[in-house]
């Protein structure tokens, strides 16, 4: 890890910035650090606000509370950092690589996360409001309690995933993959969603849903999984899904075998009621 005097003096070499460097806060908006090497660099809390970023490597560095409002992060190497409660609203981290970074309470809305790679980093209460992330890797990403709301993740894979508490009230999820993720208390109310892919034995199924279909079903599987404790490495919401089907399947079995019986039981009713009629019937036949 860079000191800030480390960092301070790299960035001089960039031609960046000239100067000693200041006690306050880094002025640094709209600087140009395209490809610049910052592995472990110390932008705490620095003012990047529209700077461009493009492809540069930023791993491990500690970018807590820093201003990156519109910045333009597109292929940057992000793996490790440190960006909680980091101002990325309306930033450009297309094909991005945050792989492992935290982004804890981090604002996001409207952010350009297309393609990028997220697998196991910490979204837990961060700001998504509106952002883009198509075809995302969230492998194993924490989402717990993040807002998304009206967030894009269409194609994304949301695989074994924290999606406790997180809120995607009107959010895209078609043809995202949720397989093994945790749902608790997820809200998806007003989702779109058209279908979902299971990756199972290494084929790719699609499953189809009717308008609402998805939010009913999934939220059906959630109360149920709340009531029915999952130990570690048990079954997937999936599975849970199919257990749910098998068992209503199983009801409406025994529902038609119970209305078959019931058929029987008046079919038997009738019958002894007939003969007794007949029993009670004087003989009047000729002797």
């Known amino acids: 890890m860079m000191t800030k005097e480390q960092t301070w003096a790299r960035l001089v070499q960039l031609t960046t910035v000239a100067g000693e460097m200041p006690k306050n806060r880094w002025h640094l908006s709209g600087a140009d650090l395209s490809g610049a090497y910052l592995l472990g660099a110390d932008l705490r809390g620095a003012d990047l606000r529209e700077a461009y970023l493009l492809g540069a490597d930023l791993r491990e560095a500690d970018l807590r509370e820093a201003d990156l409002s519109g910045s333009h992060l597109l292929g940057a190497d992000l793996r490790g950092a440190d960006l909680s409660k980091a101002d990325l609203s309306g930033s450009h981290l297309l094909l991005a690589n945050l792989s492992g970074a935290n982004l804890h309470e981090a604002n996001l809305s409207g952010a350009n996360l297309s393609g990028a790679n997220l697998r196991e980093a910490n979204l837990s209460e961060a700001y998504l409001l509106g952002a883009n992330l198509r075809e995302a890797l969230l492998i194993r990403a924490d989402l717990s309690g993040a807002n998304l709301h009206e967030a894009d993740l269409t194609d994304a894979t949301l695989t074994a995933a924290v999606l406790i508490k997180t809120d995607l009230t009107k959010a895209n999820l078609s043809g995202a993959c949720i397989d093994d993720a945790n749902v608790s208390g997820w809200i998806i109310k007003d989702v779109t969603c058209s279908h979902i892919i299971e990756a199972k034995s ?21 109360k149920t999984a709340e009531v029915i404790t999952y130990l570690s490495g048990g079954k997937s919401m999936t599975d849970l899904q199919r257990l749910i089907e098998k068992y209503e399947k199983r009801m409406a079995e025994l529902e038609a075998q119970i209305e078959a019986l019931r058929g029987k039981h008046d079919i038997l009713v009738e019958a002894a009621r007939l003969l007794e009629e007949e029993a009670q019937t004087p003989d009047v036949s000729c002797k």
């Open 202 to 222: 290494g084929k790719q199924i699609k499953i189809g849903f009717e308008p609402q279909e998805f939010e009913k079903k999934y939220t059906q599987i959630r």
